[in-house]
């Protein structure tokens, strides 16, 4: 971690599938910006040092070929078109429009509040537990009904998100009180998260670390410190985290079987996938 | 409604306070969101001194600045700025109030209220505007609406803190100076609403004989584009803000969503409404409203270059077409604003394109401008530096618009500084620099004498060093990933590695607030003493330099006859280099 | 006034092309109500239509009514100063105001009827809606017969002539919109 205020330019590095390409877009149109705007500068240059104003000399009156100012605008027409035809509608379609299929992704719930970052995790039933409103207190942060079986082995976190590495994971948004939004730098993606309403947000980690998570969309006083990090972890550092989750929630017993009970469902034929829409 | 053939009235109140003079309304216009630009300037000088050192006790923060935190802590007092260091709720209400200070009540005023007035009816050659009353009115309402909007800084927890966009339901939530803020929108989009109708109403049917559509200045033709703009956008804005204002203060809930929390407790509405409508709602203007910030600017670059490189401008008609074309767009692009808002996805592909789409005029109406210069005898007058200044920088907003408006890099950028950065090189070193330019083109037939050219030209360049130490720099931290609004970003690890732009940034601030203090003192010193200009000081072609300087009460002392379009500069054949539009022969 | 719009580029009066500009705005501002409200009825999983028995189509409809009728008299008020007739036009923009009165007055009634039987600004969406867009509409209402008054103390001021007389004619143009803006707030609130 850097603790000195620096002066870096570029992009931090990426640790999301889909981010290389992402990136290499934006390289391209950065490319192609810089380009455009030195032809453009070069030119102005030129035109301001040799048609400066001389003693004696006239303007040329005449402004034959007014069909030249099209051919800018017909390059960069074609050259969007290919952009949105390209890449932009496919990316578009993969980052937004579908999610991973339930079973091949990790699917973990998100509660965002004013000012902190609530992440559900469905525990190895792969049921996430019912929650009500009602029972909203300032110890049960997301309203988790307990009386509910799929909530027995539900793992709460609070602003840190632990992933496997390698693995797809899908997040199921949704806000408490006011808009917020999911950011982190180095997955090249984000999402409003807006209340009344569920919004997806997905990504496949690809490189180990803590990556920091924050808000952002104003959400109020304390928009700054809504911040949270997330570990992209080796799976059996994460299988060993989910499990020490459980055991402080339900004791090393009960932990135990729940774990165990779910290792048999798993291998059980036929299982029906239950998640939450 | 023929009141402006009255004679001209004397007495200070009525000559120079309500005066239905489309000429004075058209000054007081100027002075006034000049004096805005400063209020909004100044709260971003705060906030940018904020961002350079934000934390106490922080390993970076410079120990010899004692004097000036405390000195800031006694000035704005110890809530908002406690040891000198910003409390984030007054952040957030210098963030929200810079941009609705600027955008509506100086870069606006200034571009459409203060050259529209100004100017309009005298290159059109008209006596006045078509409803001078309501003129009158309209800079009334507009004076009231920015009064009531300073006075939500009394209010009980402070001023607007939702930013400049308020997006429900952390509005509705927010304190009672959104409701100030509210009431202060609708007084002026009201004003706005009743100077489109003059400006529309002007424009359409006060021409002078021979000034057809095709003979009309660009800068006539954008204030007719801004003023249709102003009229269909506003009234969407408008329809919004009673909404939000009626679930502050009615208990209904247009933006409120079922079960919303509030605190630990559910908040008590029926809920049901959609926080995503206001979004759509606000940016139906917004989106609009770029292009009233920015079309008035290149029309008045389009007079300034035409005039000084002494040649007709490239492309009349296909840059009257581009503004047209812009001005029809731009009410088909604003979801482009709302790719990551949750709005169903499927309709952001079309959202792309018609952004991309947009582009296309715009880069026809830059491509005009520059190809104007070929062949031309280039005179570098303080306008025309403003003028020439703002290609490259409206170039710079343009092409960094790319990024944002084509989704899949916007995934990244959305809401970091390579925004602000954006849209502030539209606006500020763009637009803002462009109504400069057009201050010192205006100002010999305002005030009947020319600005001083060093004073102009060392403004001219302290303004541009400034403003781009300013902007460039957030295009680093956008690309780094710091996020926009907060007011410590170094709360957040992931932002230090570009927080030490943030003291280039300031360093440029206040480069750019001290080249302001040449301006300021060339303006009030040249009104009494600076080199007299007669009728036409440019040499230019246009109607407005027919008249005398500055105009008398009805403007021209006969009605002036339109013989020719309005850039016959280096006609050949001709002795003079220009022929001006009122010339029979 | 009609001598200096023959003095005009398009050949239209300045009050009358300013009475046009001002009518679009007047549009978007209902159209953007109006809009909101299709957008929430159609997209929020909240929002209950009370039961048509409690929305008293048959008063409304009758208003709706009184409005029509209102524009038509608004009509023959200008017709008569076409042909040059004060008294005649007086008369007729008596019956305007009177229809508007009727109007306001069947609204009141109605505003309370829902008020107590639960259908209040704040209770649910649809009542949200239903305030803010007939109170919107209501307050034009108002407006456009403070306007009409004012025209009628023109008229009797002798102002008018067959040959001049736009302000009876934009009058009359703002009268139709409130009117149209009924004819389409009525079927979207109350019948459907």
Redesign the interface.
Known sequence: ????????????PVAVSYGAQ?DS??TL??VV?VA??VI??V??AY??WA????PG?????H?AG?R???I??AL??AF??W??LA???P??AN???EVPPVGESLQIRLVA?QFAWNFQYAGPDGTFGRRD??L???SNAIGLDDKDPAAKDDVLSINNLHVPVGKPFTLLMTS????H?F?V?NF??????????T?TLWFEPNVIGK??I????????????M?GNVFVEEPADYEAWMKTQLELKLGTADASRVLEDARSQASAPGRAERTES | ??DHGHAAPTGFWRKYIFSVDHKVIGIQYLITSFLFLLVGFSMMLLMRYQLAWPQPGA??DPENLGLVRGFIAWLFGETNMPYGYMD??FY?QL?AMHGTIMIFLGVVPLGVAAFGNFVLPLQIGAEDM??PRLNMASYWVYFVGSVVMMSSFLAPGGAAQ??WTS?A??SV?APPGQTIWLIAMVLIITSS?LG???F??TT????AKGMTLGRLPVFCWVQLVTAVLL??????L???A??QL?DRV?????YI??????G????P?????????WQ??FW?LAHPEVYVLLLPAMGIVTEIIATN????I??Y??LVGSFVLIGALSFVVWAHHMF???MR??I??LF??TT?TI??PS??V???L??S????????NTPMLFA?AF??MF??GG??G??LG????D??L???YYVIGHFHYVVAPGSLVALLGGTYYWFPKMFGRKMNEGLGKLHFTGTLIGMNLVFFPMF?QG???M?R??????????N?????????ILAGALITAVAQIPFIFNFFWSIWSGEKAGENPWQATTLEWACPSPPPHGNFVTPPVVHRGPYE????GRKA?YWPQSDAA | ?SA?AAS???G?S??K??TW??L???V??????IS?YV??RS?????FVPPRAMMGVPLATLNTFVLISSSVTMVLAIAAIQAGNVAKLKNYLLCTIGGGAIFLCIKAYEYNHKWHEGIT?????FG?FYY?LTG?HMFHVIGGMGLLGYIYWQASRGHFTAASHDRVECSGLYWHLVDLVWVLLFPILYLL
Not at chain 1, 4 to 9: D, K, Q
Not at chain 1, 188 to 197: E, L
Not at chain 2, 309 to 312: L, M, N, Q, S, Y
Not at chain 3, 121 to 125: D, G, T
């Open positions: 971690m850097n603790e000195e205020p620096g002066f870096a330019m570029g992009i931090p992402l877009l934006m149109l950065h910006m455009i705007f453009w500068g030119y102005l035109c301001l048609y400066r104003a001389r000399g006239r303007a040329v009156y402004t007014e030249a100012s099209f800018p605008d960069v027409l969007e078109v952009l949105i890449f932009g509608i990316i578009w980052l937004k429009q509040q409103v009602a909203i207190s300032a408490k009180d006011v808009i939004d950011q730098t090249r993606n984000k999402q409003d998260i807006v209340p009344g309403m919004t990556y920091e924050g808000c952002a969309q104003l959400c109020g006083l304390g928009h700054t410190q911040v | 409604m023929s390993d970076f984030p709720t957030n963030g078509a409803f939702s930013g997006y339901p952390l939530v609403l489109s109708i003059n529309i109403v359409l049917n006060m021409r009229l269909l956008a506003f009234p969407v408008e329809a919004g009673v909404l009626l009615a208990g209904t809930s247009f969503p079922k079960d919303m929390i509030y630990d407790s559910v908040f509405r029926a809920g049901g409404g959609s926080p995503l409508l759509h709602l139906f490189t002494r040649k007709p490239f492309g008609k296909e990551v808002s949750g996805t499927s952001a592909n792309v394109t991309m582009s296309v880069v026809a830059l491509s005009c520059l190809l210069l070929r062949g031309a005898q280039i005179r570098f020439l290609l490259p170039g710079i092409l960094t790319l990024p084509y989704a899949p890099t995934l990244y959305h809401d970091t680093f690309m780094w990933g996020q609004r907060l007011a410590d970003p170094t709360l957040q690890w992931h230090l590695p570009v927080q030490g732009w943030s003291t280039v500069y280096s006609v050949p280099d | 006034m200096h005009t580029n398009t239209l300045h009050a092309l300013g500009a001002f679009a705005s007047e978007m501002l209902f159209g953007g109500l909101a957008i929430l997209g929020s999983g909240h929002f600004i704040s209770a649910s969406l949200s803010t919107l």
